[in-house]
């Protein structure tokens, strides 16, 4: 078994099989994250980040979610690290590009690095002073569930101060950007490897892919981007 996960094979399985979970958490994070754009001064994502906090099936997920990232990441520097030593110079030898190979799945390594990057600076933002050391600004408000006033974290506050910085709204985007990219790449790549795919899937994945990639690209840049501009003061 674990010269299985050892193999090179066994690597990129473990590579897609984290990747498709965290692709799972991209698609929940994001619906949480467009309740960010109802006008109602954050009352609904204050509701959703609290059921998320709350839900002991959720907080369950959380290791299980920081374990991905590590594999996911630890595997893909392994791997290109190993596939770049096996070309050796074959790398380099013909200036022409191979057909079939898109700019992205030429530099997966140097797009996960811009998200992992983007990723430690978003935990510093939310998850450190949610979790760990607060916030002022997460100070206590009240919010209807099921017709109860109930006080919870002001999660929204912080996230409507943290986007009232245009560098940080530039800094998002150009991760979302980088993300879709790895996405469009990656997404078909992953179902690949695990041995969901013919002639016919490998067409439909691929558009599957570009519109996952999309939607997530666009998603996650157009948050903070109307944050800044439509739901400050
Ligand atoms: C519009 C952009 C985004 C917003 C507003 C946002 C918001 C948040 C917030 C408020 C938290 C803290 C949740 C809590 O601890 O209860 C969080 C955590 C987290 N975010 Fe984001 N996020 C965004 C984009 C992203 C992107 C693009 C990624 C992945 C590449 C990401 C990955 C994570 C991870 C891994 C955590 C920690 C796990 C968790 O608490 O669920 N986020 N995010």
């Known amino acids: 078994m674990s010269s299985t996960l050892g193999s090179s094979i066994g690597k990129k399985l473990l590579m897609s099989l984290s990747g498709l979970f965290l692709i799972m958490f991209l698609l929940v994070h994001l619906t949480v994250n467009s309740f960010l754009l109802?006008?109602?001064?954050?009352?609904?994502?204050?509701?959703?980040?609290?059921?998320m906090a709350t839900t002991p099936a959720i907080r369950v997920i959380e290791p299980l979610l920081a374990i991905g990232f590590l594999v996911h990441i630890l595997y893909g520097v392994?791997?290109?690290?190993?596939n770049r030593k096996a070309r050796g110079s074959a790398r380099y030898a013909s200036g022409k590009k191979t057909t079939g190979v898109t700019w992205a799945s030429q530099n997966m390594l140097v797009l996960g690095i811009t998200v992992g990057a983007f990723l430690v600076l978003h935990i510093a933002h939310f998850w450190v002073k949610m979790k760990l050391t607060g916030d002022p600004?997460?100070?206590?408000?009240?919010?209807?569930?099921?017709?109860?006033?109930?006080?919870?974290?002001?999660?929204?506050?912080?996230v409507n101060h943290t986007f009232s910085y245009l560098w940080i709204v530039i800094v998002y985007v150009v991760a979302a950007v980088g993300l879709a990219i790895h996405l469009s790449h990656g997404f078909w790549s992953a179902f690949q490897t695990i041995g969901f795919s013919n002639q016919i899937w490998r067409k439909r994945?691929?558009?599957?892919?570009?519109?996952?990639?999309i939607l997530i690209g666009f998603g996650f840049s157009i948050i903070p981007i109307l944050q800044y501009l439509f739901y400050q003061g």
Do not use: W
Request: charged share 15%; aromatic share 10%.
């Open 205 to 213: 994945l691929t558009v599957l892919g570009n519109l996952f990639a």
């Open 137 to 158: 600004l997460l100070e206590h408000t009240a919010i209807s569930i099921g017709g109860v006033e109930t006080e919870v974290e002001n999660a929204y506050a912080l």
């Open 78 to 82: 392994k791997l290109t690290l190993e």
């Open 38 to 51: 109802i006008p109602d001064g954050g009352e609904f994502f204050n509701a959703g980040a609290h059921f």
